[in-house]
């Protein structure tokens, strides 16, 4: 149980092109899904809190105009990069709250590498 | 808010010996504890948490410690094998709302 998926898993775009990453609980119903970036040999970089049926949380330096999220179901979040350049290139990393069985835990997506050339 | 410290950065292992990452954390309310582990290109993958009401869990060659009043937990992992080597992130929270990452330990297992 608690499986976390992502797609597409690596995508490749052109510089001014905007891509979005779907990010699904399969097995139990998310209120509360996580947006990361990792960097290379780096930690987990918190973009982004999405809350479903509501506005996302950004972090501090995160553009929300840039990075736009969408919860629209207890399943489902979605991550549109809009007008992509190289520097976005990155791993992006979802990850989604469960709280079956009273217990209060945060299960990670595969991630997706997205490269922008 | 809170801090999250992780050492060693780097541990290497031969297969078979025991191995400890260590964690401490700054902000007294939390209370959550997760233990990820990261292959190469994959996401992170919950191996083992703790809650504050519990000062040790085991699940297998794993085990957590958690010590609230010095602020620190830790991982355990014995007889450890080659499949054992990737990246560990200790985490620290209120509950998984809103987790803070240590920066990581990468494990290199030595057959």
């Known amino acids: 149980g608690a499986v976390v998926s992502q797609h597409p898993s690596w995508v490749i775009c052109k510089s001014g092109t905007s891509v979005k990453i779907e990010c699904r609980s399969l097995?139990?119903?998310?209120?509360?899904m996580f947006w990361y970036r990792q960097f290379p040999k780096q930690s987990l970089m918190l973009m982004a809190t999405?809350?479903?049926?509501?506005?996302?949380?950004?972090e501090q330096g995160v553009e929300k105009d840039k990075f736009l999220i969408n919860h629209a179901s207890l399943t489902l979040s979605t991550l549109t990069v809009t007008s992509a350049h190289p520097e976005d290139s990155s791993f992006y990393i979802c990850?989604?709250?469960?709280?079956?069985?009273?217990?209060?835990?945060?299960?990670f997506g595969p991630g997706t590498r997205l490269t922008v050339l | 808010g809170e801090n999250v410290e992780q050492h060693p950065s780097t541990l290497s292992v031969q297969e078979g010996d025991s191995a400890v990452i260590k964690c401490t954390y700054s902000?007294?309310?939390?209370?959550?504890f997760p233990w990820y582990k990261q292959e190469l290109g994959k996401g992170p993958q919950l191996i083992i948490d703790?809650?504050?009401?519990?000062g040790e869990k085991k699940d297998q060659r794993i085990a957590v410690t958690l010590n609230k009043t010095a602020k620190h937990f830790s991982l355990h992992i014995t007889e450890t094998q080659p499949e054992d080597s990737a990246v560990y992130f200790c985490?620290?929270?209120?509950?998984?709302?809103?987790?803070?990452f240590g920066k990581g330990t990468k494990l290199s297992v030595i057959p």
């Open positions: 990850s989604a709250r469960s709280l079956a069985g009273g217990a209060d835990t945060q299960y």
């Open positions: 097995d139990f119903q998310a209120t509360t």
């Open positions: 999405s809350n479903e049926g509501s506005k996302a949380t950004y």
């Open positions: 902000d007294s309310a939390s209370n959550y």
């Open positions: 703790i809650r504050s009401n519990v």
């Open positions: 985490a620290a929270g209120a509950g998984s709302y809103q987790l803070t």
